[in-house]
């Protein structure tokens, strides 16, 4: 299968702080990469799906100004978590859409702690 | 009515026995059907992706889809203790949105 590559993997910051993820599509283009967000034994939640070249389009409830998608390549999408606080940490994972068969393709993930 | 409904479980299978897992989804439009596993900690991966009824079958894995019913289902035979995890299934609707279930965490008994 395809290979999804996310940075970093995991991260400590002080509350306030801005953090950025970088999810990479190793070995397909990508049109379209997805983010999601899932806490401790809940299921996952879409944040947001990001298109090369244009907006992203965000879930219901889910701040545009305090997460920042940016998908400037085929390649590469990158998630910042501006002024970052504890009720930001969970396990952040982004994944690639390949696009002829809608299969995605996850990342391992990145797990944000705010302290 | 959820747009894709799974029982939540834990369903608990007997090593070396069938597990069985299923989904149903609402848009009657949806044209391609997807297994993730998840191991506790970790991210999805894909197992199988099925776009046509009838059966996939790949290894211990089988997939079924029964687009009349708005039915998939994932078979995994000769259950090991590595395929402990919670197994999700996801849905394209119509519109290219892809749809996750909450998923069906999977114990197998030594």
């Known amino acids: 299968g395809a290979v999804v590559s996310q940075h970093p993997s995991w991260v400590i910051c002080k509350s306030g702080t801005s953090v950025k993820i970088e999810c990479r599509s190793l070995d397909f283009q990508a049109t379209t990469m997805f983010w999601y967000r899932q806490f401790p034994k809940q299921s996952l939640m879409l944040m947001a799906t990001?298109?090369?070249?244009?907006?992203?389009?965000?879930e219901q409830g889910v701040e545009k100004d305090k997460f920042l998608i940016n998908h400037a390549s085929l390649t590469l999408s990158t998630l910042t978590v501006t002024s970052a606080h504890p009720e930001d940490s969970s396990f952040y994972i982004c994944?690639?859409?390949?696009?002829?068969?809608?299969?995605?393709?996850f990342g391992p993930g990145t797990r944000l702690t705010v302290t | 009515q959820k747009e894709v409904e799974q029982n939540s479980g834990p369903l608990s299978v007997p090593e070396g026995a069938i597990a069985s897992l299923n989904c149903t989804y609402s848009?009657?439009?949806?044209?391609?059907f997807f297994w993730y596993r998840q191991y506790s900690g970790k991210s999805p991966e894909l197992i199988m992706s099925?776009?046509?009824?009838g059966d996939k079958e790949d290894g211990r894995f089988t997939a079924q889809l029964n687009k009349a019913s708005q039915y998939v289902s994932l078979l995994i035979r000769d259950s090991q203790p590595s395929d402990s995890a919670t197994y999700l299934c996801?849905?394209?609707?119509?519109?290219?949105?892809?749809?996750f279930g909450k998923g069906t965490r999977l114990h197998i008994l030594p």
């Open positions: 848009d009657r439009g949806s044209q391609s």
């Open positions: 996801a849905v394209k609707r119509r519109d290219d949105k892809i749809i």
């Open positions: 099925i776009y046509s009824n």
């Open positions: 990001s298109n090369e070249g244009s907006k992203a389009t965000y």
């Open positions: 994944s690639a859409l390949q696009g002829l068969t809608y299969e995605q393709y």
